[in-house]
């Protein structure tokens, strides 16, 4: 049902992020070896209400497919009915189903991770939408548990297998821990071993050869990498080419990260049509860009700051000389 699954490949997605993964993210990740893209979240009240914004968060291009659109919500009715309404508008290649979001903002209007404290209504919810769009694919994407002290994701996997979810991308981490602590690969492995459908891991892939490493412990079907992305987008191509080789690339040269950096800016300014509207979002983007640069302190305090394109090409600039005098 998922051809990316098919002849043994290993799909690298690009997981979800809130105020990331928008199309420009998406299209520069896809470019770098990302294999399945998924959007920002979507409330399914506001796509069920129409609401203009909420539909903008729709929008992506051909050259991103294959490409989910990823609805959270508490309401099965109104799920299924803004699912069958992305449906309609955009036409996207699976509908993806959040059930491990931990903001509060979304457990507390019982969406995301909350649902994994109520089986029988995510039972409902994921039951309405698959029947709401089929044939289309459905997958979610879960938490390990609300704490340590429920943890139920292989049980929530059984069963929203047998609703028909097509795929499974398992965060390891309980909605408690938040980003904190450590991914429990165990518990994937638990997931990926108690069902037939692809399960996808998710959690702490921050190289090539981690993302190696959990492949071989495990029974998953593809890799799902967040944080790591927002950093470096070569990851993606970096773990394509260590399981070709098994060489590990050297992480690309400042010059080439600043390229990236540059074109990420121009790209937003482009699609907002407003450079101060643009490069405020575009402030923690940069600092994130920043890991892994030598002076990163001293950029993310610049990165702060920065309002225009002009001002980050002089940034880029002062920046690269430096880099070429320590050499």
């Not at 979002?281 to 890991?291: D, E, H, N, Q, V």
């Not at 600039?317 to 320590?326: G, I, M, N, S």
Request: hydrophobic letters at 45%; a neutral charge.
């Amino acid at each position: 049902m998922l051809p990316w699954f098919s002849n043994d490949k290993f799909p690298l997605y690009l997981a979800p992020m809130a105020g990331v993964s928008d199309k420009i993210f998406r299209q520069l990740c896809k470019e770098r070896g990302a294999d399945v893209l998924v959007t920002e979240f979507v409330s399914s009240e506001g796509v069920f209400r129409r609401n203009h914004r909420t539909r903008g968060y729709l929008d992506f291009d051909a050259i991103e497919r294959p490409v989910g659109v990823q609805l959270f919500g508490g309401d099965a009715g109104h799920m299924a009915e803004a699912a069958r309404q992305v449906v309609e508008w955009v036409g996207p290649d699976f509908i993806d189903l959040n059930f491990g979001c931990p903001v509060n903002k979304v457990v507390s209007k019982n969406g995301g991770s909350a649902l994994l404290k109520d089986c029988p209504l995510l039972g409902k919810v994921a039951a309405a939408v698959v029947q709401a769009v089929a044939p289309l694919p459905v997958t979610a994407k879960i938490r390990i548990g609300w704490d340590d002290n429920s943890i139920n994701a292989t049980s929530v996997a059984r069963l929203l297998e047998s609703l028909g979810i097509a795929a499974l991308a398992v965060h390891g981490r309980t909605r408690a821990q938040g980003y904190s602590g450590a991914a429990d690969w165990d518990v994937i492995a638990q997931v990926a071993a108690a069902v037939s459908i692809p399960v996808i891991g998710n959690g702490d892939l921050f190289s090539a050869a981690e993302v190696a490493k959990r492949r071989a412990q495990s029974d998953i079907a593809g890799a799902m990498i967040g944080r790591a992305a927002m950093s470096s987008p070569w990851i993606f191509s970096q773990t394509k080419h260590y399981f070709a080789t098994g060489q590990i690339l050297p992480p690309p040269e400042p010059a080439e990260k600043w390229a990236l950096i540059q074109r990420h800016c121009e790209l937003a300014v482009v699609e907002c049509g407003n450079e101060d509207i643009a490069m405020r979002p575009m402030r923690g983007r940069l600092m994130a860009y920043s890991k892994g640069l030598p002076a990163s302190k001293q950029l993310r305090e610049k990165f702060q700051q920065v309002s225009t394109l002009q001002e980050v090409d002089e940034i880029a600039r002062v920046h690269l000389a430096t880099c070429l005098e320590a050499a």
